[in-house]
């Protein structure tokens, strides 16, 4: 069910400087950002209309698109097809380390939901050969999922395994995370070679992942390896900028 609509108090807009230099898409950005920061705007919340809200407060609804904009470009608040603008849950900050996001999520206290988009045993690829050093054509398991947190999509995932795990399943993998499903199975994951990007969504991932066609994404791709030294998973993914971030910690040798 949809949240209802989250009626800003008027008086948040009492001291607009309606003929000052200061922009009014800025003032009104300005006063919405700190609503969400000090939590009059709760996560999760969700806006009242562009039209009702230029028309409580006597300003245009181009004014109101814009101060609603930046805020969504600074990954403050989302725009959701059938929903509205809302307020985002938090961004997931993600340590590059040998963690999962389903994991990333829930300990960042976020409900992981996954939808499987693809699970089929295919022929190894060029791809799959050299990242998991399976021979040419030989059976591997491709999946693709929409990784979602408290509802709002978050990243598409593309892995391919080697053949020892073709036979997971679409219900194994819409409840669990990748890596508690290979855990489950005494794989234990010990190193992953990992490069992070960024690009243009594509049309389907701009619609999967709720942006708008071209918006850039981060990318991830990654070859895991367990103990023995042998690759159990390749991996590309994409996600959202405006919900996701990869943190890396420095350290002088």
């Not at 009492?14 to 009104?28: A, E, K, M």
């Not at 950002?33 to 999760?44: F, H, N, R, S, V």
């Not at 929409?146 to 194994?172: C, H, K, W, Y």
């Not at 030294?229 to 994409?238: I, R, T």
Request: glycine share 6%.
């Amino acid at each position: 069910m949809a949240q209802s609509e989250h009626r800003l108090p008027v008086e948040l807009f009492l001291d607009l400087d309606r003929s000052g230099p200061v922009p009014l898409y800025y003032q009104i950005a300005s006063r919405l950002e700190q609503a969400i920061l000090d939590q009059t705007l709760p996560a999760g919340a969700r806006l009242e209309n562009e039209v009702a809200l230029a028309a409580r407060l006597g300003l245009s609804r181009p004014t109101i698109r814009r101060a609603i904009q930046d805020l969504v470009d600074k990954g403050l608040l989302v725009r959701r097809r059938g929903i509205g603008t809302q307020v985002v849950h938090g961004k997931v900050t993600r340590n590059v380390e040998l963690t999962s996001l389903y994991e990333d999520l829930e300990r960042s206290g976020q409900k992981p939901e996954t939808r499987v988009l693809s699970v089929e045993v295919v022929p190894a690829d060029e791809a799959a050969v050299e990242a998991l050093g399976v021979d040419p054509g030989s059976p591997v398991l491709h999946v693709q999922r929409l990784r979602s947190a408290d509802g709002v999509p978050l990243a598409i995932l593309d892995n391919v395994l080697p053949e020892q795990f073709t036979d997971l399943d679409r219900e194994a993998l819409e409840k669990h995370g990748l890596y508690q499903l290979l855990r489950a199975r005494g794989v234990t994951m010990r190193v992953a070679k990992q490069r992070i990007g960024a690009r243009a969504a594509s049309a389907r991932e701009a619609e999967l992942l709720d942006l708008s066609r071209g918006a850039p994404v981060l990318t991830m791709a990654r070859t895991a390896f367990d103990n023995s030294g042998v690759a159990v998973e390749f991996g590309q993914h994409c996600y959202r900028p405006d919900r996701y971030s990869f943190e890396v910690t420095l350290v002088d040798r």
